[in-house]
């Protein structure tokens, strides 16, 4: 089991940034790729990032590619979201998602992630 935390979120004016963190606990010794998702109001939840287990690959939805980033820090078992140039329809609440594979392949649908933080709310204002 493997237990997420994500903080970072908030309330901004368009064009702001923002960086979310996500700290996982637990079994975090497996290998985890770890993914970024988000729920807009009245919106399914969507892909937004994902990031392989040792940091070598990264991808993103392309409604952020160029504004958002991610990166993570195995030594402190934890995945960043940095948010750039964000926008109203950025709003939403962020999820971080784990799953325990040591592959290349980037999985970005929800249902291939396990394990789930709780959210973060992100309101971009304009």
């Known amino acids: 089991q493997v237990q997420l935390v994500e903080s970072g979120g908030g309330l901004v004016q368009a064009g702001d940034s923002l960086r979310l963190s996500c700290i996982s606990s637990g079994r975090t010794r497996s290998a985890y790729m770890m993914g970024w998702f988000r729920q807009g109001p009245g919106k399914e939840r969507e892909f937004v990032a994902s990031i392989t287990w040792n940091g070598g690959s990264t991808r993103f939805a392309d409604s952020v590619k160029g504004r958002f980033t991610i990166s993570r820090d195995n030594n402190k078992n934890t995945v960043y979201l940095q948010m750039n140039s964000l926008q109203p329809q950025d709003t939403a609440v962020y999820y971080c998602?784990?799953?325990?594979?040591?592959?290349?392949?980037?999985?970005?649908?929800?249902?291939?992630?396990?394990?789930w933080g709780q959210g973060t709310q992100v309101t971009v204002s304009s």
């Open positions: 998602a784990a799953l325990p594979y040591s592959g290349s392949l980037h999985y970005i649908r929800r249902e291939d992630y396990p394990y």
